[in-house]
């Protein structure tokens, strides 16, 4: 995914989609990085939205 591209929009009708989508989004940024550069590094904050992403 390249990162030039113009931003869009996505509108989800329940938080667990919100959250599953963003989850997708997460695991292809990882698999793109770790393809190009050998490895995939993250830092989490504390915020509400990892405590949600274990609700459902």
Known sequence: MAM???PQLHIYPTPA?????LADYFVEL???AVAE???FS???SGAIL???S???
């Open 4 to 6: 030039n591209k113009a």
């Open 17 to 21: 989609e919100v959250l599953t989508s």
């Open 30 to 32: 990882a698999n793109q």
């Open 37 to 39: 550069h050998g490895r």
């Open 42 to 44: 993250v830092a989490l």
């Open 50 to 52: 990892p405590r949600s």
């Open 54 to 56: 274990t609700s459902f």
